[in-house]
């Protein structure tokens, strides 16, 4: 097992670059687990994981269930928290807040996310960013099933302790 020692500045300053691994690798057949030990103790796990649909986590929010797909509590992975949806026309997710940035992309149907009174919609082959904080909720829409995979950071413990939200946890429900 290979480990790297780096200074807390220098990891924030690439966290992203973390997270951004932790996206790349998600793909990958086999599991490797492999420590990064930064100036605070805060250990960095090199988790590699190929998973299947079956006997995920289900997530509600509102009328709607997400699969989670990877995320630090459930898989063991340092930041990243990515579900995937299928839903019916006519569901509708209540509004909620995320830690982060939450980013989604549209396999199939539409979905409307109305973010400060306006709606915007997620359609087959879009991705949708949505800034930190921000309420959005959704409603599925049309004639198909809404599938997409989201991608946010509710459990990273770098963006946690960076925005002084340790003892939050979100996603949060309006």
Not at 1 to 20: I, Q, Y
Not at 157 to 166: D, G, M, N, S, W
Request: charged share 25%.
């Amino acid at each position: 097992m290979k480990t790297k020692k780096m200074s807390r500045r220098k990891f924030l300053e690439n966290g992203a670059k973390c997270c951004t691994v932790g996206i790349a690798t998600a793909g990958l057949i086999g599991s490797h687990s492999s420590t990064i030990h930064a100036a605070d103790e805060l250990q960095i796990k090199k988790v590699i994981l190929n998973r299947k649909m079956e006997g995920l986590k289900k997530e509600q929010f509102g009328g709607m269930v997400r699969l989670v797909l990877f995320s630090p509590t459930e898989t063991g992975n340092n930041f990243l928290k990515m579900a995937y949806v299928n839903l019916p026309p006519g569901s509708k997710g209540a509004a909620h807040i995320h830690l982060g940035e939450e980013a989604v992309y549209t396999i199939q149907g539409k979905c409307i996310l109305r973010i400060d009174g306006k709606d915007h919609l997620l359609e087959d082959g879009s991705a949708f960013i949505i800034p930190p904080d921000v309420e959005h909720p959704a409603e599925v829409i049309g004639e198909k099933n809404w599938i997409a995979v989201a991608a946010y950071c509710d459990e990273c413990p770098v963006l946690k302790k960076a925005r002084k939200k340790e003892n939050v946890n979100y996603p949060i429900n309006r």
